[in-house]
């Protein structure tokens, strides 16, 4: 009652043997997955014995070093969390902001995600840093799961466009959610070559946002 007493529990959903295989189609969206219970400190300062143990990434000839080294890390923190999932490069070290994007896919994938991505944002910040410690200078990269990263880029631009244009026929501004900086960034790219609205983020901390006024 109350939250005295609670414990973290974990939610098991398996599949019934008569279940029609097209029920992957009307998953929940991975907004609604379980947080992850995941403690990342027990094993952080022992990334660097590790870095050697993972030799299955078939390199190319213009892989980067942060590339190479983002992979091995991610590999062994999701190794050490007991996570069964394989890691991908979906797209190469192109020297923007972004960098490399890791994708994970695997049976226990949704539990990275957590509630709107939270798990997933604290995975990617524990990545970026450990690489950048391991090559010695401060590098980007993004970590997305069964894509879920790109959808909710997506969702987030769509809703801005579509505020933007209340906004606009109203003369009045409309403030969005609290939203987490790679999100918000989003929403100024999106509405950045529109002519009668602008972006203004506001706010401090988890409860900063993004504010569109008309232009």
Sequence with gaps: ?????????VVRVTLTADEDE????????????PDALVNFSPFADDLDDDYDDFDDFEEEEETSEVVKVGYDVLSTLLNKMGVSADVYLREPYTGDDEGPVF???????????????????ALQFIVSFLVSR????????????????????DSVANLARRVAQRVAQRGRSIPLEPMPPNERRQVHMALADRS????????????????????
């Design 196 to 215: 009668d609205v602008v972006t203004e983020s506001d706010g401090y901390g988890d409860r900063r946002k993004v504010v569109i006024h008309p232009k």
């Design 1 to 9: 009652m109350l939250g005295i007493g609670s414990e973290p529990a």
């Design 22 to 33: 097209s029920f992957a189609e009307n998953e929940p969206s991975p907004e609604t997955q």
């Design 134 to 153: 391991k090559i010695g200078e401060r590098t980007n990269l993004m970590v997305d799961v069964e894509g879920y990263q790109q959808r909710r880029y």
């Design 103 to 121: 994708e994970i896919e695997g049976d226990d994938s949704g539990l990275l995600i957590g509630t709107r991505g939270e798990t997933l944002r």
